[in-house]
């Protein structure tokens, strides 16, 4: 079992940067890969990036490569989300999710996720 917390939303103006963060409980966080998707109002949840459980493979949506990066540190059962050169369709919930033992970039195959968190955009 574990339990995902996210923390570091917000307002940003567009251009602006944010760092998301998602702790992790549990002493078997190293073991999963660790996701991040959205979701924006009347849209469907959307994957924006992923990490495998040592680090070595991330993957990221078309709309983010070259803006966000994603990142873990194991030793702290967290993992990050920097977000830069932000967008107003950017706009949504951000959500963590926790994948054991497979690799996938699509949200039906993720196990655990945390409540989210508000990430807006204004232009």
């Not at 924006?48 to 070595?56: C, F, K, L, R, T």
Request: proline share 2%; glycine share 10%; hydrophobic share 35%.
């Amino acid at each position: 079992q574990v339990q995902l917390v996210e923390s570091g939303g917000g307002l940003v103006q567009a251009g602006g940067s944010l760092r998301l963060s998602c702790a992790a409980s549990g002493r078997t966080f190293s073991t999963y890969t660790m996701g991040w998707f959205r979701q924006a109002p009347g849209k469907e949840r959307e994957f924006v990036a992923a990490i495998s459980w040592n680090g070595g493979r991330s993957d990221y949506a078309d709309s983010v490569k070259g803006r966000f990066t994603i990142s873990r540190d194991n030793a702290k059962n967290t993992v990050y989300l920097q977000m830069n050169s932000l967008k107003p369709e950017d706009t949504a919930v951000y959500s963590c999710a926790a994948d054991h033992y497979t690799y996938y970039l699509t949200p039906i195959a993720y196990d655990y996720w945390g409540q989210g968190t508000q990430v807006t955009v204004s232009s």
